[in-house]
């Protein structure tokens, strides 16, 4: 059963940096594509960051240059580093996972977990 457990979140003030974790278990890490969501109050779940199974990476226009993505394959650890972090950004944050290749392209992960919540203050 593939299991994804996020960590790392909290409140900060506007301008600082939180590193979100993700631990995967039940999965053949290296074949899957990894990427981090958010949903804010009210508004509909967006896509954050994605990491390919090639390492290649795309971020939302709203968080490039001020978040970066990364995994360590030899834990099956899933990173999200927010730096400069903006009001905006806060909101429940859930990482995911998808092992068909088409799926991955469009974005669309189906393996979640439970979410991280992260709270900018100004």
Sequence with gaps: QVKLVESGGGSVQSGGSLTLSCEASGLTYNSYCMGWFRQAPGKDREGVAQINTDGTTRYAGAVKG??????DNAENILYLQMNSLEPEDTGMYYCAAEDFAVSCERGFLQVWGQGTQVTVSS
């Design 66 to 71: 001020r978040f970066t993505v990364s995994k």
